[in-house]
Every structure is written in C-alpha cells, then in structure tokens.
C-alpha cells in the first residue's frame, strides 16, 4: 500500500525560468508521501488534461495529488490507461471498466490572449456511463492551484458527500537552530506548497492558532525579552497586536467560534488557569479557579464549552468547562496521561494526546457512542489539529529524531506524511474553510 | 523506527492496535517529565549538612538517574547556574543546596543583582502542559531562595517547557540535561 509521489513536479521539462523558480522554491516545501491509503480506496482516473504541459502549473495532477492524499482515491497512473479522451466525445467506458475504473476525469488548460488560462473539467461515472458533473475556470496564473483545489474540492464532495479540504492551510512553526533566526512561524497550502513566513525570531513561537474567519492567527511569542506574550496577526496586513504579556505564562490560545474572544492559559496569580480575553474590550475573565495546572483550552463549536488540559485529579486529563457557570466534568478517563485537546467541527469528536506504554499517540474520543481509538502509533504525536471537514487530522511527531508533520484519517485507516527537508516542522493548525 | 517497519508489519500492527484501542488502556505512569500528581510542599528548607568536607565525588559514576542530584554539577558558587531536576520531579536537588545558597547570599548582599530563573522540561508531553510543569521548577527555586531571604523583586520568572532544550538528542542522558532551571543574572551579574 505504500506509494509514493513528490507534490512538486521535479520530472515535468518546462521553461527553464519554471524550472529555475521550483528549485528554489522548493527547499522548504513540504513534500507529502501517502504512506497508508485504505484497502477500498476508489480507483479514478484522471486524464492528464490536454495543453497541461505547456502551462506553469499541472491542473490534472495537482488534483490527482490532491485526491490520492486524502486516501479515500487511488488515481490510475496515466502510462497504464488505453485510451486518453480529452471530452465527453472521447470517452471510451470500457477502456476503465476493465481496469476497474470507476470514475474519469478528463480536462483541458486553454492559454488566453488576456494571459490566464481557461481550465475546464468533467466527472464521469464508469459503471453508470454518465457525464457527472462539469465546469469551467478562468483563472490568471497566480491562481492556478486554487483552482485546481477548488476543482479537487468539488469532485470530493460529489463523490463522497463531505466537502473537501483541498482549499486549506496549515500553520506551522519550525525550527531549525543552525539559522540566525531559529524559530519561524510559516503557513502553506494543505499540500504543502507556496510556504509564506509570517515571523521569523531568535525565540520560541508556540501554539499558533486560526481566526475563525481565516484571516488572522494567534500565537505565543517570545520574542520581546525573552518572555511569553500572546499576539494577534493579521495575515493580509502583516499588522499584529500584543493582546496578553501578563507576569509568567502567557500561553495556549484559541479563538472562540464568534471570533470575539480567546481563551488562554495564565499564571499571573499564581498557577496555571484558563481565562477568557475579550479581543476588543480587553476584558479579562477568569474561568477556572484550581491549584493543579489548568492550560490547553480549546472551544466547543457551541461558543458555551471549552474542553482543558487538567492536573487536578493528579495527572493530566480532558476536561469540558461550561463557561457561563464555570463548572467542570471530567471526559477522559482512560489511561493516566491525556492532554492538548481539539474538536471536530462538528463536535462529536474530541482528538488529543495519549500516552500508553511510554509512547505518545494521538486518540479520538467519540462523544456519542463513548468510544476510544488510537489512531497514530509512532512514539512523540503531539499537537493534533482537525481538518474544517472533520476527515483528517494533523500533527506532530518525529522521524528519526527530527519533527515532522503527519496526517491521519479521523478512523486511523488513512496516513500521510508531510517531511520537511530542513529544520523540525511541528505544531500544525489546519486552517477554517478559506 | 516507523521506517524499519515493513509494510506487513505496520499493517499487522495496525489491525492489533484497531482491536484492542477501545478497551481500557493500561495504566501506566512511568514515562512523562511530569510531577504534576506532587504536592507543592518540596523540601525546599534544607537541613544544615553536617559534613562540611568536601567528599571526593569523582569514584560516583554519572548516569541519567543521577544526573540530577551528581555534585558534578555544582561547584557551591555562583558560577554555578544550572539546577537539575529529577524525571517527574520539582524538588530541588540536595547536591545543588550550597549552589543555590552562595546565590542566595550574593543576592542578598547585592541588592541590585537580579535573577531569572529559566524553567525547563524534558521533550516527553504536550507542550503548553509542559511550560506549566517548568513553571513548577522555577518556583521551587524561587521558594528556596526566598526561604534564605532574597526579596521576590530581585526574581523573575519564565518558563519555556521544552522549547530551548540544552542537549537535543532523544536519549535518557538527554532528557536529564534538559529537566533544569537555568539562573540568569540580569543585573548585577556576580
């Protein structure tokens, strides 16, 4: 099952000034590998899309990378189709149904005289011999890969039923301590392509999180002395603000569903507690009042709950927090060590880390049902974060002793890796729907 | 390690770990840099030492057990700077009493000298969780020194859990040198 693919097209000849930019550019890309795809992954087919190796980006195989990552595809490689239609009219059922196809994607890339490109595509059902769906783009060249996700969006959600999260982020700190500026805090698309650094310092940065809307993210820095302060960053104006630098930890924030407020971890009187900011009254509430450590916050998509890391039984373990009476219930109680909390979208899933015979593992709590999984098995997961669809989750692990990013399928049957090439990678948070 | 594991295996692994994930896990409480189930009362007030002579320490090997507590590491001096914590502790080491005396009464008889005390844990947990542990051992410190009667406006504190490890291997040895409290003069450096 182990198949392998570089996101970046390092065999496709094109102009040298192409060639030029994707080698430097791709240093300090993200490279993803699908290490474990499901046994009944959905054979497809998609047709390189006809004009695609003339243009700067590959539309056809950016989505056959993007739909191979989620593991629930697995593309058919171009060299063993018979036959390659470029529309309906080309289309040839038997030539896939005998290779057990059973869906076909053809397309075309029309340059334009404006200096765009005219992308058009078309879904095909192989067993029923109908033409699913089709459309057409024109986007300039800057967003040829958003149109491509946007693409790989759309044939995911007619064939499964969920949106896709194609279209995405992923933020990221690494640190690479060789570098005048060890620690940077970066975001790329899902597939780990077009890297933009949003801060570069000789300090920690920590715990990186997303506005609701996308817009902006919330991060601990350390920068300023050497001391921990929460910022707020807005990624289009580059501009950010000093929202918390109370005396001692200033940590793990995260934005309520409203975009009003962040809940985040102080110890200004004392210990560790978990207190609620409002962004734009400065209004600071205290939400738990207990001796042990209390961090990790996380919200509930309601806007009423959060869930927490808590030590006051001892080791830590998850707690769920109604911030109008402040009261407290515990929710995990296997094992002796469960923190660092996220929540599916729709709620009914708590992801955090578990520790089992000394090992660190990402585990999924279902709310509903009550049940346990453990969904990773190397021995440093941390930092989990669910995709805005609900179907994978990254994280946090290392590869031979450096941090590298993974990502898993809610149900532990999809794996993908996301190595980076130089530096630790660690601390992802999967961006909202864009 | 996931490397060397062949497809099969990981497949065989995955399916074992698919059927026993939701039974109840075992319990265990041996591996996590994580005192967070002690109490706040360390036996920061020690007890005068009645051997005032210098043992020879040099026969006492150094392991990752003893690392913390080895007199290898403190000189009984000010230029002595970093304190070692036992896995899962915050109690300050005994070997480091005379160390974190001398601070002390260079503190206090300077009055302008200022400290930070850097907190740190090993890699082993989350990592918010593990700012809130190294928190705990720069407080410890902070106590002793409090105890021996340094005002609280010469000491500040910080804690960066495990994001500016001292040694960046993975190995026991490793963890030891970075369960630690590092003592920064910011004024009035001794």
Known sequence: MKSEFWANKTGRIGLAVILMLSALTARAELLIRVTEGRVDAVPIAIVPFEGAQNAPEDVSQIVQADLHRSGQFKPLPAEDMLSRPRNESEVIYRDFRVLGVEYIITGSMKAQESGGYEVSYALFDVNRQVKLMSETYRPPVSQLRDVAHAISDRIYEQLTGIPGAFSTKILYVTHNRKAASPYQLQYADADGHRVITILRSKEPIMSPTWSPDGRKVAYVSFEDDGLPAIYTHDLATTSREKVSSFQGINGAPDWSPDGQKLALTLSRDGNPEIYMLDIATKQLTRLTQHYGIDTEPRWLPDGEHLVFTSSRSGGPQIYKLNINDKSVRRVSFQGAYNARPDVTPDGRYLVYVHRRNGNFNVGVQDLQRGTFNIVTRTDMDESPSVAPNGSMVIYGTQDRGTGVLEAVSIDGRVKVELPSKEGEVREPAWSPFL | ?190
């Not at chain 2, 990981?10 to 399916?15: K, P």
């Not at chain 2, 591996?31 to 360390?42: E, F, G, N, V």
């Open chain 2, 1 to 190: 390690m996931r490397s060397f594991l062949n497809p099969l295996f990981a497949l065989m692994l995955a399916a074992a770990l698919a059927a026993c994930s939701s039974t109840p896990t075992e319990d265990d409480s041996s591996a996590t840099d994580d005192m967070s189930q002690q109490t706040d009362t360390s036996p920061v007030t020690p007890v005068e030492p009645s051997t005032p002579a210098k043992p020879d320490t040099s026969s006492i090997p150094l392991t990752a057990d003893n690392f913390y507590n080895h007199p290898s590491n403190y000189d009984g001096t000010t230029d002595s700077r970093v304190i070692y914590f036992a896995f899962d502790s915050n109690t300050v080491p005994a070997a480091a009493f005379e160390t974190l005396r001398a601070h002390a009464t260079y503190l206090k008889n300077n009055a302008n000298a200022k400290v930070r005390l850097e907190g740190h844990a090993d890699e082993r947990g989350t990592r918010e969780y593990n700012v809130a542990l190294s928190e705990r051992r720069s407080k410890a410190v902070e106590k002793f020194l409090r105890v021996q009667g340094v005002s609280s406006s010469q000491i500040q504190i910080v804690s960066y859990g495990e994001e500016k490890p001292a040694a960046f291997g993975h190995s026991e040895m490793d963890w030891a040198k970075n369960r630690r409290v590092e003592i920064n003069y910011t004024a009035g450096r001794p």
